[in-house]
């Protein structure tokens, strides 16, 4: 899937072998492979949304609408390819730490763990704050504190990183939408709100931080993720035409290959590659069992309001609709709803009233932002719960004085941006 959407989109495979097809199938038969590792919850979920998207699909087929069968089976195969494409990053971006080796204690060590996360966690996702975490239990167990600062500064990050899951969604359902308008959007709210993070720690978690044990970050760890980054924003301004989720996941695996075999020779770097593949790999299957479960819903969404079946909510879409959508996608995250649901369950909807794609990105990024922090449900959450023993539930509960909080922040952000979105 990840090799044939990157040759399809760099229009290395002819159109005659239809690239999308045997990427859709290749990720479909992934999922069904992997479906029984998948968690129970998920299970379910993914269960309800292809009943639902396939029973919308018959239905609208029975008033003879004609179904894109080929977003069936391929809608998500982009975004999926990217996420699995920047999990190889975790091999090179963050190095391990001895676990003899001292950790930094006190208020600088707070501040710096913080900058590393976010950096890090903007690069190779979920795998940062699990390396960190994971060093910093075995010197303390992680306990309230540390855990709802972790997590939103992690969750804090799919507002602007074009390497999050969070952005491939939505780039994939809004696909108008430029990634630097986005980013830069995006960015500022992020920084809101890490610097909300260390304030309230700060004033209200004094000896917290006074005693907190961090972990070492160097400068000379920003390298890799800076050339990332740079090269993804030569690639996109030389292939003006070529989808950004393929530049994306192309850089991700050439930096990945390139730093690897630096370090490690061919020989050790084919071992590493190959290993990352048998086991890393299969372990994206919550993410790619829920995305393609979630196209088949949205195909089915489109099919009944093309066929006027479904009534659309919303009659336009302004900086204050916003606001309204990400308040309703935050309160069904805290009830345990997915954002990628929510996602691709509004889109279509909203995409027929013609609405400004970075501002529409920008909301789906917030309420990614703030909805996985405050679900109990959340990937993010439930990582924590079996990992640490804290409960989902907890972390959620925990995060939704935050979430109400960067809300408001919110609301007037979005009316910034609906305001001077030329700008952006």
Excluded at 87 to 107: A, H, N, Q, W, Y
Aim: proline share 5%.
């Amino acid at each position: 899937m990840i090799l044939v959407t990157i040759l399809g989109g760099f229009g290395l495979l002819l159109p005659d072998y239809k690239p999308h097809w045997i990427a859709g199938i290749s990720g479909w038969l992934a999922g069904i492979l992997l479906f029984v590792d998948a968690s129970r919850m998920l299970k379910v979920q993914v269960a309800v949304l292809i009943t639902l998207g396939t029973g919308m699909i018959t239905y609208a087929v029975s008033r003879q609408a004609i179904i894109d069968t080929s977003a069936v089976i391929s809608a998500n195969t982009g975004l999926l390819s990217m996420i699995a494409a920047v999990g190889f990053l975790r091999l090179v971006v963050m190095p391990e730490t001895s676990e003899k080796s001292k950790l930094p204690v006190g208020p600088r060590a707070f501040l710096q763990t913080l900058i590393g996360l976010s950096v890090s966690s903007s690069i190779i996702n979920i795998s940062a704050p699990i390396l960190i975490s994971d060093r910093i239990h075995q010197a303390r167990p992680l306990q309230r504190f540390t855990t709802q600062t972790f997590v939103r500064i992690f969750c804090g990050v799919s507002s602007w990183s074009p390497f999050f899951g969070a952005m491939a969604v939505v780039l994939t359902y809004v696909e108008a939408a430029k990634l630097s308008s986005i980013i830069a959007a995006g960015l500022p709210f992020t920084l809101i709100g890490f610097i909300l993070v260390y304030l309230e720690a700060r004033f209200r978690y004094r000896d917290e931080v006074a005693t907190f044990v961090g972990y070492p970050t160097h400068l000379s760890a920003l390298r890799i993720p800076a050339f990332l980054i740079l090269l993804v924003t030569l690639l996109a301004w030389a292939l003006p035409d070529t989808a950004i989720l393929v530049v994306i996941s192309f850089s991700a695996l050439i930096v990945t290959s390139g730093v690897l075999l630096g370090r490690s020779g061919l020989k050790n770097s084919i071992q590493i590659l190959t290993q990352h593949v048998i086991l890393g790999l299969p372990k994206i299957v919550n993410e790619l069992t829920l995305f393609l479960a979630a196209g088949v819903l949205a195909v089915g969404i489109s099919a009944l309001i093309n066929q006027g079946v479904l009534a659309n909510p919303f009659s336009e879409f302004t900086s204050f609709t916003a606001v309204k959508l990400l308040a309703i996608m935050l309160f069904f995250a805290a009830m345990g709803i997915h954002p990628v649901i929510m996602i691709s369950g509004f889109s279509p909807m909203i995409l027929t009233l013609n609405p400004d794609p970075n501002l529409l990105a920008t909301t789906y990024l917030f309420a990614w932002h703030l909805g996985t922090c405050s679900s109990p449900l959340s990937g993010t959450n439930l990582v924590f719960q079996g990992r640490y023993g804290i409960p989902g539930w907890k972390t959620a509960i925990w995060n939704w004085p935050y979430a109400i909080v960067m809300l408001f922040v919110a609301a007037f952000w979005l009316q910034v941006v609906g305001k001077f979105q030329a700008l952006f």
